[in-house]
């Protein structure tokens, strides 16, 4: 019903940047919060921002004052730019969109199937 697909992950030197960006399609009525996470080998996921509908934004500590989180409800796109990146940065970074589906009350996460960031140092 609803398809939600990363881009953008790379591998990238220690201090480098990169943006991803992350697109939702189906059958959507309504997008709520928007987030991003990640997982490392070995690692649980983690929350690493979230973005409200009203363009509220919510960054894990670690990456706070590096990575900036935007969302173009247009076109059912969030981003996050990340700067600054460091070697533990490296994971595969996830895509959650919460959302009302089409001729459904209720809301529900969707997740992508997640692009790969590698920060070598």
């Known amino acids: 019903q609803v398809r939600v697909v990363e881009s953008g992950g790379g591998l990238v030197q220690a201090g480098g940047s990169l943006r991803l960006s992350c697109v939702a399609s189906g059958s959507i009525s309504k997008i709520n919060d928007m987030a991003w996470h990640r997982q490392a080998p070995g690692e649980q996921r983690e929350l690493v921002a979230t973005?409200?509908?009203?363009?509220?934004?919510n960054y894990a500590d670690s990456v706070k004052g590096r990575f900036t989180i935007s969302r173009d409800s247009a076109k059912n796109t969030v981003y996050l730019q990340m700067n600054s990146l460091k070697p533990e940065d490296t994971a595969v970074y996830f895509c959650?969109?919460?959302?009302?589906?089409?001729?459904?009350?209720?809301?529900?996460?969707?997740w992508g199937q997640g692009t790969q960031v590698t920060v070598s140092s």
């Open positions: 959650n969109v919460k959302t009302v589906v089409r001729g459904l009350r209720n809301e529900y996460g969707f």
């Open positions: 973005i409200t509908s009203g363009d509220s934004t």
